[in-house]
């Protein structure tokens, strides 16, 4: 059972509550966040606009030690020019402090945020780098995401079909996959990625999630193709 399945049963009778109080900006309830971030990091959105005839969608996320850095690049396919938009997010300190979903849709409020219009020979160049990472194979099923560790996620939604994989340091090595690069070209967040390292600490049986800052730890599975949920 992961973490996310783990802490549902612990505050189901608390979800259900938020859900009947929530209000229409979203949601501060600390409670509740880790299951905002398990759907956009499902790709929930994604899919259910998933079809054919509608502009490709890319969603690459880097976990690099949950509490210290988490970027989120969303791209966009524009259908009436040969140029796609990508928003480039970074969080500090994870989503207690900076993730909120509003009703209307997914809405984070990141520690540092850029917009660029990117060409299509760039979307061309991402498109490069995932496939030479290994995005066109199967996902790893019953990979484990901790949050206390390095990893990268991608979904991607083309012509109506939706393909999700994952790298840890078990299946890559994090540091030199391609789609770094790529990526950099339309980030103009200013804030330097965090490169893989060894962090000291407690061991995981030690830690818990409190909602309140301070160390955070859960873990992410892998399925067919998304999260396991």
Known sequence: MTGF???SAIVLFAAVLASCAS?????????MRPFQWFSYANGDDIRNVCV?????RYRLIYNALYDEQVRTYDIVQLLTSKEATQVTRVFSGGINADWNLASSGFDPHATQQSREIISISDLVA???ALIKSGFEQPAIKGQILHSDSFYWIAMV???GIFKYYAWTDRNADIKKLPFREVLAKGDETG????DPYAPTFPGRGSRY???RGGKTYF???VGDNGLIQ
């Open 219 to 221: 873990t992410m599975q």
């Open 52 to 56: 054919p005839g509608r502009n490709s």
């Open 23 to 31: 209000e229409p900006g979203g949601t501060n309830n600390p409670i």
């Open 5 to 7: 399945r783990r802490l």
């Open 126 to 128: 991402i498109e490069q």
């Open 209 to 211: 999630y409190n909602g």
């Open 191 to 194: 804030v330097a990625l965090v």
């Open 157 to 159: 939604c083309r012509d």
